[in-house]
């Protein structure tokens, strides 16, 4: 009963944690201010964490062998509620405690808040999380999504003013979502009298299109918005930002992916592919090109928005907008290749994503800044940092020989041999958005001059090296030899009733194109060493600072700033710097709050607060009473 | 294709082959250039000079180890691109990897380099690399939407089966020829990915000092002088195996690439330098609605 | 100046011969010889076509061009900028200002001659000397490159105290970054004095 298992050991984790941190005395700033007894609390539930996810994360190695085994939950409303691992929920359960567990190790040393409960929100997210994955109908699929939303929300808030303002941002965007679901799950039960996904499909099949339509508005558009797609991206940035750096890695990795599993799950299971295609309105516009129109869209435009930031969870944060969109396309597509890329992409995403995120926690932890106009030059001292950023945004760019290739790849030639000219033309746009504003990152940070302020600051510790390291060794590893993760999709896609991909150790199979990344990746060290070779046979080098630099003559020292780092990219910023000022979409999402506003201001004249005011409504409701009930009688 | 001796003697030669190719290029580039000019020029293998003399340098000078390995990955990124892309008796390496792999590796180089400069720690250094990267989004976008329009005329992604398919039907069946938009447009990108003017900004020695050159010098500008070399030979192979046909022995080969070289040098002489949003903006408006225009023929059945 | 002749190799020899078919220059445009320069680059005299290319920073440049008179001001800059180039490196001193002052031979604000400062190579006589003669001198500097006789940047190494004194005695303490007993060393550069 492994499955039961890891539903209930995030749920015990919670309650322990939650116990500890009370007993601790803490639950006051957040911050950790003062008590002692808060701090053995902190250490208590960092161990309990530890090994709670560590046990998680074996039962998940586990859980495979018991993939199509129902659990029978609880009993709400007289609904039983079922959960049970399917292929793909396996594929995300695997995902999420990995990526969870390397994310506690890495907070044991990251994370400078005392954070009280910020393991208690890890656990009760994981608990979310897995729910939603293996939920076996939809009752319980709603009903931890509305857990999972929570959690996040409680995750998200620990921190500054400015993460507790945006996290209710995310929280507003989150609700309106769920509700539209709920309705959504309302409307799928009425017409099937089960929650079931089996019947639910079965009922589907005799919708007309108006309940067709109402019907996918009210289920696939709340998952559009969980995954952060254009236009309903807006409560991404400040809430990701805002939060602690290991979370904003740990969020962007997984939390965001819950919305594709939603997709997938409504698109294949629920509503499946022939159904989905019969809300057309030409023979080539239909929802699933619309879909992926706005999956085109969510690739560009957060990857240029991402350009301009000079903070650097900010960029990614953008950039984890942008990415969603491969996997959208990807899914929408509904090809062979594009499936599977798109399943491929959340993995390798999430890898470098959050190596890229660790490895930014590990300068935050150290210069304790993330403005990339103020860093610089760190390479020589933090050079750890340097190869997991390096590694993260060789993997995020898409460049062989590192795993974000793959899924692109599979993802570009599903697009170009199904028919979508432009939206590969606006994917390869988003790659070399991508390359410029990563490159701005690692330049900003780690490359140019070093600040003389940071001329003391030393390499992280173990503890936060290993996460980094492991996922760089994931990164190439999955790179070289995608063929190890790739059987996993091939039986996702069969489970879904899709042609499988044709998958080898080293990329596809030869009828599926040409690519085979170990002859890449062995052709990379082979060009690499030829490269040393060259090197070689010039002379002998010294190594200089970089006082000793070109300046047209002028001696440098540390009171000149000879560093470029402010508006890297001024030509782009020429080009597009009025739309980047104001976007149109954050200037309807501001029309919409002063409309609400103003909304809430015209309310304010009923409800005025005075007591004057109820008094005279009292009176006047009892008199109006008596009037009706002497008149009626 | 298998692995034997013929397979191992090329992988050892073809880089000397394309750096004398590239060498000849070169020389050729700075005589034709004089010679608009009305002045003689240097001799044919001046490059040759110019990589021997920087390689022998007694003293070099280097901002650390990403400064180093960074060149390596330079030259290193542009051979390996070089093994990709198929030539007339070597297509080895198009069964591992098809033009998408090869436009990411176009990449590589550039992003070593990039990081290499940036460990130099000069300003003119990274502000060369941020036009070098900005330069990017101008061209690539013509450049891939021409080559996704072929893809999707002959139904694969295969550089090697286009080349085969040109060759099989003659001239008739040239890129150039059946989509002269896709064409035209790809040339024009090309002279924006090969970096000569009117989109030459990377190295701009009058605004930033030479750009990523900078703090390059004796064997590290050499090695960028030998990937320049090779980077041009590779480039203008991909525009020919695309849009020309192809080759089928080397002699055609070196003829076309002369041809098109000569193309861009044209050019190249007579224009000073645009500015970086200007190229960029040329880059969008020009050849980007002229890729498209010939893409959507594609997609309607035309052409 | 004195002619250094070294043992060599054969395949110095041939070194030779392949290097000095290229030369990257760097002008240090002081003064007034900036203006002979476009006349040799252009068409009429093209000094391209002995492979002489201009270059940008110290770090790509084989010749620092000198062209006219130092004040004590510029001179600090020309020993850093000579001092950041890569060796084999040559300095030309190109005008009768560097030679012997020139036209400011008694004024208080240049320096007289260049070879106190750091090593020449070649001087070009002339105020300012033609296109011709320009040409002339660097044929001569190809030459002795090719013979193996231009090794004067050996003898900032070897005879680095010399300099350092002159160079202290007019503008006191500079910071190149650059240690030039380390380097003698990492290097290994040793000449042979005549």
Redesign the interface.
Same mark, same amino acid.
């Given at each position: 009963m492994v499955t039961l298992y890891l539903l209930i050991l995030p749920l015990a984790g919670l309650l322990l944690t939650t116990l500890v941190a009370i007993a601790g005395g803490a639950g006051g700033d957040g911050n950790g201010a003062g008590a002692p007894g808060a701090a053995r609390a902190l250490v208590l539930n960092k161990a309990v964490a530890l090994l709670g996810f560590g046990a998680i994360t074996a039962l998940a190695i586990l859980a495979r062998g018991e993939i199509g085994a129902i659990v029978e939950g609880p009993v709400v409303l007289g609904f039983s509620l079922s959960f049970g691992l399917t292929p793909l929920s396996w594929y995300f359960v695997m995902m999420i405690a990995g990526l969870t567990f390397l994310t506690v190790v890495f907070s044991l040393a990251s994370v400078r808040g005392g954070y009280p409960m910020y393991y208690g929100w890890l656990f009760a997210k994981t608990f979310g999380m897995f729910g939603v994955v293996m939920a076996g109908d939809l009752l319980s699929f709603f009903i931890l999504w509305e857990v999972m939303s929570w959690a996040t929300f409680f995750l998200m808030q620990q921190g500054t003013q400015e993460a507790r303002r945006a996290a209710v941002g995310y929280l507003v965007y989150a609700l309106v979502a769920s509700m539209a679901l709920f309705a959504g799950v309302f409307l799928l039960y009425r017409a099937a009298g089960s929650f079931a996904y089996a019947d639910i499909a079965g009922a589907i099949a005799g919708f007309n299109i108006g309940m067709l339509l109402l019907a996918v508005a009210l289920t696939i558009v709340p998952m559009l918005v969980e995954a952060a797609t254009y236009p309903a991206h807006w409560w991404k940035p400040p809430s990701y930002a805002a939060t602690e750096t290991a979370l904003t890695g740990y969020l962007s990795g997984i939390s965001t992916r819950i919305g594709i599993y939603g997709m997938v799950l409504f698109i294949f299971v629920v509503f499946g592919l022939e159904t989905i295609d019969r809300l057309w309105i030409s023979t080539y516009l239909n929802l699933r090109v619309i879909i992926m129109v706005l999956a085109a869209l969510t690739m560009v435009v957060p990857t240029f928005t991402a350009l301009f930031q000079h903070d650097a969870k900010r960029l990614m944060t953008w950039h984890s907008i942008g990415q969603g969109g491969y996997m959208l396309v990807g899914i929408a597509s509904g090809s062979v290749l594009g499936v599977a890329g798109g399943l491929f992409h959340v993995f390798t995403y999430l890898t470098y994503v959050a190596l890229i995120l660790f490895s930014i926690a590990a300068v935050e932890s150290r210069t304790g800044t993330t403005n990339l106009n103020k860093l610089g030059g760190l390479i020589k001292k933090m050079p750890l940092s340097f190869l997991g950023l390096l590694f993260g945004i060789i993997g995020l760019a898409g460049i062989p020989p590192m795993n974000g290739f793959v899924s692109k790849w599979l993802i570009y030639r599903s697009l170009i041999l199904g028919g979508h000219p432009f939206i590969a033309l606006a994917a390869f746009t988003a790659t070399v958005g991508t390359i410029l504003s990563v490159y701005k990152l690692i330049h900003n940070i780690f490359l140019g001059q070093l600040p003389e302020r940071y001329k003391d600051v030393r390499e992280v510790g173990p503890v936060m090296q290993i996460p980094i390291v492991i996922l760089m060794i994931t990164v190439f590893a999955t790179g070289a030899f995608p063929g190890l993760v790739l059987p996993w999709v091939a039986r996702i896609q069969e489970s879904l009733g899709l042609t499988p991909i044709a998958w080898s150790l080293t990329g596809v199979a030869p009828e599926m194109g040409q690519l085979n990344m170990a002859v890449i990746s062995a052709v990379f060290t082979g060009t690499f060493l030829l490269g040393w070779l060259i090197y070689a046979i010039g002379g002998k080098r010294k190594h200089v600072g970089q006082y000793d630099n070109y300046a047209a003559g002028h001696f440098l020292d540390a009171s000149v700033p000879y560093n470029y780092n402010y508006e890297f990219y001024s030509g782009i910023e020429h080009i597009f710097g009025r739309l980047y000022e104001r976007p149109p979409i954050k200037r309807a999402e501001a029309g919409l709050v002063e409309l609400l506003k103003r909304a809430g201001d015209f309310t304010r004249r009923i409800y005025t607060g005075h007591l004057n005011t109820y008094l005279a409504y009292t009176v006047v409701a009892v008199l109006l009473t008596i009037v009706i009930l002497k008149g009626g009688l | 294709m298998n692995f034997s001796l013929t397979v191992l003697i090329w992988i050892v030669v073809y880089p000397i082959i394309a750096f004398s190719i590239g060498v000849l290029l070169g020389g050729y580039g700075r005589k034709f250039t004089a010679r608009v000019q009305r002045r003689i020029g240097p001799p044919w293998i001046q490059p040759f000079f110019d990589v021997v003399k920087l390689m022998s340098k007694s003293t070099n000078i280097s901002h650390g180890y990403m400064h180093d390995a960074a060149m390596m990955m330079l030259i290193g990124g542009t051979v390996m691109t070089l093994y990709f892309v198929p030539v007339p008796g070597f297509a080895y390496f198009s069964q591992f990897g098809d033009f998408l792999v090869i436009a990411y590796l176009i990449l590589v180089p550039s992003l070593g380099m990039a990081l290499g400069v940036g460990e130099t720690a000069n300003p003119n250094g990274s502000i060369g690399i941020s036009r070098a990267l900005q330069m990017m989004v101008g061209y690539e976008m013509p450049f891939v939407l021409t080559f996704i329009g072929m893809a999707m005329l002959n139904g694969t992604t295969s550089m090697y089966e286009l080349i085969l398919r040109q060759q099989a039907g003659g001239i008739a069946t040239w890129g150039i020829v059946t989509n002269p938009l896709l064409g035209i447009a790809a040339l024009i990108s090309l002279q924006g990915m090969m970096n000569e003017k009117p989109f030459e900004v990377i190295v701009a020695p009058h605004e930033i000092a030479t750009g990523p050159m900078t703090e390059m010098g004796g064997k590290y500008l050499g090695m960028m002088f030998i990937q320049h070399l090779i980077a041009i030979v590779v480039e203008m192979t991909i525009y020919i195996n695309l849009f020309l046909g192809g080759a089928r022995n080397w002699l055609e080969l070196i003829v076309k690439l002369f041809a098109v070289w000569t193309l861009i040098l044209s050019v190249h002489g007579v224009y000073g330098r645009f500015r970086t949003d200007d190229a960029i903006r040329f880059l969008w408006r020009v050849p980007l609605p002229l890729a498209a225009v010939g893409v959507f023929g594609i997609m309607l059945g035309i052409g | 100046m004195e002619q250094r002749m070294t043992q060599r190799s054969a395949w110095d020899a041939v070194?030779a011969r !392949?290097?000095k =078919? /290229? !030369?990257f220059m760097l002008h240090y445009c002081t003064g007034c010889g900036a203006i002979e320069l476009p006349p040799t680059m @252009? /068409?009429r005299f093209?000094m391209?076509? !002995?492979?002489i290319m201009p +270059? $940008? @920073?110290? =770090? #790509?440049a084989?010749i620092l061009l000198i062209t006219g008179y130092l004040s004590v001001k510029t001179l600090k =800059? $020309?020993v !850093?900028?000579y001092e #950041? +180039? #890569?060796?084999?490196k040559y300095v030309v001193g190109f005008g009768s200002c560097t030679i012997n002052g020139g036209m400011y031979w008694n004024s208080y604000a240049t320096m007289k001659s260049l070879d106190q400062y750091v090593p020449v190579e070649l001087y070009l006589a002339g105020c300012m000397p033609r296109p011709e003669a320009i040409i002339t001198g660097f044929s001569e500097l190809i030459d002795r490159i090719g013979r193996g006789e231009a090794n004067s940047w050996k003898d900032y190494y070897e005879n680095y105290e010399f300099y350092k004194k002159n160079q202290l005695h007019l503008f006191g303490e500079?910071?190149?970054? #650059?240690d030039i007993p380390a380097?003698a060393q990492?290097?290994g550069?040793t000449g042979v004095r005549a």
């Open positions: - | - | 070194l !392949l290097r =078919r /290229s !030369l @252009t /068409s093209d391209e076509r !002995l492979g +270059m $940008v @920073t110290p =770090r #790509q084989d =800059r $020309v !850093l900028i #950041q +180039m #890569q060796a084999p500079i910071e190149t970054y #650059q380097d990492k290097f550069i």
